[in-house]
């Protein structure tokens, strides 16, 4: 069993940034594949990026390459995500993933442990 904490979601204004962390206890999630995850109201939960249990292969959905950055810390059973240009559209609760079967797992029913979830909200 794998538990995840997600903190550093708030308020910030369109083209501002965040860092998301994930802290995972419990059975160690370090040789898992890590994602994150966004669910906005009244919408389906979608995929954002994750990373290879090794941090050296990372994947992004189209929406948010070249603004987001996804990052690990084994030796802490952490992983980051860093918002930048952060737009309206954005805004959503984050969600931390462990174990998808690879980092191309997009479909949410591929991961098995799942956190509670960080409000990201983006004003415009």
């Known amino acids: 069993q794998v538990q995840l904490v997600e903190s550093g979601g708030g308020l910030v204004q369109a083209g501002g940034s965040l860092r998301l962390s994930c802290a995972a206890s419990?059975?160690?999630?370090?040789?898992?594949?890590m994602g994150w995850f966004r669910q906005a109201p009244g919408k389906e939960r979608e995929f954002v990026a994750a990373i290879s249990w090794a941090g050296g292969s990372q994947y992004y959905a189209n929406s948010v390459k070249g603004r987001f950055t996804i990052s690990r810390d084994n030796a802490k059973n952490t992983v980051f995500l860093q918002m930048n240009s952060l737009k309206p559209e954005d805004t959503a609760v984050y969600v931390c993933?462990?174990?998808?079967?690879?980092?191309?797992?997009?479909?949410?029913?591929?991961?098995?442990?799942w956190g509670q979830g960080t409000q990201v909200t983006v004003s415009s």
């Open positions: 419990g059975r160690t999630a370090s040789r898992y594949a």
């Open positions: 993933a462990v174990g998808g079967s690879t980092i191309y797992a997009i479909n949410a029913n591929e991961w098995a442990y």
